[in-house]
């Protein structure tokens, strides 16, 4: 039954809980924190004798995408922290479009790093919409991360990011029914998510009504000198191309949307010389479901190298 509520006059919608039942590979226990009036869900699991590491996911997904990840992180002792973005996974979708934006989405995941007191440093994972968002955070917080981890993402600031996203952002607005398995199992190279696995990507959308974030997120993208954030962005990159604290890429080499951009961010960020980056391929966009254990090896053994193994 679709239940219509709002928060600060916000109308937004919750997904039934039964939608969430025998997902597979992610029995994590969810977690719930208030930001802007609306419940965001996460996933807190780790011992924390080693760092606290954000994982942040992208469009059209939700904290699902990490389950390959999460064993071997834990395993090493760190601790993740694996939130739904407001509109997506088990966390309030807001249903009017205009609610979100991408500097609302930098405000909600701030607020809820608020949440955390204990954790005065964080490492994180970005990508996609997850690296768009953590990055701008980073640049305006710096103190607040420690060592970023990215992949197959960017930090847009005006300019087309090529063929491959714009051929995206029109189907995404045209796409009837908004099929999120089976768009991710398409942009996954190594492997064929199982039935199972797609219809947990598509656990959080019963229907469109629940869907106003997963059309409107890639037209917040500041492809265009008119979009909003643009200025935003070349404040963050400015930031960021003075930013010496370590960075790491693991970037899927068949990503036809993103996958050209790793250049920029290694051209960009002074931290990122040096380090160990891996490219995979096959390795599509969604990286995290085509080499998810090959991609936490790689964290765990570079945090140990460079410092990340602290309480």
């Known amino acids: 039954m679709t239940t219509h509520q709002t928060a600060a006059g916000i109308p937004f919608l919750r997904t039934p809980e039964d939608r969430f039942s025998d997902l597979p590979g992610f029995a994590y226990e969810p977690h719930y924190a208030e930001v802007d009036g609306l ?30 990840m999460i064993p071997t992180l834990t395993e090493a002792g760190h601790r993740v922290i694996v939130p739904d973005l407001i509109g997506f996974g088990r966390s309030d979708k807001p249903t ?44 305006e917080q710096p103190d607040r991360f420690a060592h970023l981890v990215l992949g197959n993402t960017g930090l847009p600031y005006g300019e087309s990011l090529g063929p491959g996203f ?29 039935p199972a696995e797609q219809a947990a990507y598509n656990a959080p959308f019963p229907n469109e009504d ?14 265009t000198p008119e979009h909003e954030s643009v200025a935003e962005n070349k404040a963050a ?4 191309s003075a930013w010496t604290k370590p960075v790491l890429l693991l ?39 085509d080499v998810g254990e090959p991609l936490a090896e790689a964290m765990v053994s570079w945090l140990a190298a460079v410092g990340g193994n602290r309480v």
């Open 39 to 68: 419940r965001m869900a996460y996933v807190d699991e780790g011992p924390g004798t080693a760092s606290t590491i954000l994982l942040p996911h992208g469009e059209p997904t939700w904290g699902y995408l990490y389950r390959r």
């Open 237 to 240: 990159r400015k930031v960021l």
């Open 166 to 194: 714009d051929f995206w952002l029109e189907l995404s607005q045209t796409l009837s029914p908004f099929d999120c398995g089976r768009l991710i199992n398409n942009a996954v190279s190594s492997r064929t998510l199982s």
């Open 96 to 139: 009017q479009r205009s609610a979100y934006t991408y500097t609302g989405h930098v405000a909600w995941l701030s607020e809820f790093l608020d949440h955390f007191d204990e954790i005065e440093t964080w490492d994180a994972f970005c990508q996609d919409w997850g690296g768009l968002i953590t990055l701008r955070m980073a640049a």
């Open 210 to 223: 629940y869907m106003a974030c997963v059309r409107e997120f890639p037209c917040l993208v500041p492809i």
């Open 251 to 289: 970037w899927g080499r068949s990503d036809p949307v993103l996958g050209h951009l790793d250049s920029d961010l290694l051209e960009l960020i002074p931290g990122t010389l040096g380090q160990p980056h891996r490219f995979y391929d096959p390795g599509n966009h969604f990286i995290q479901d």
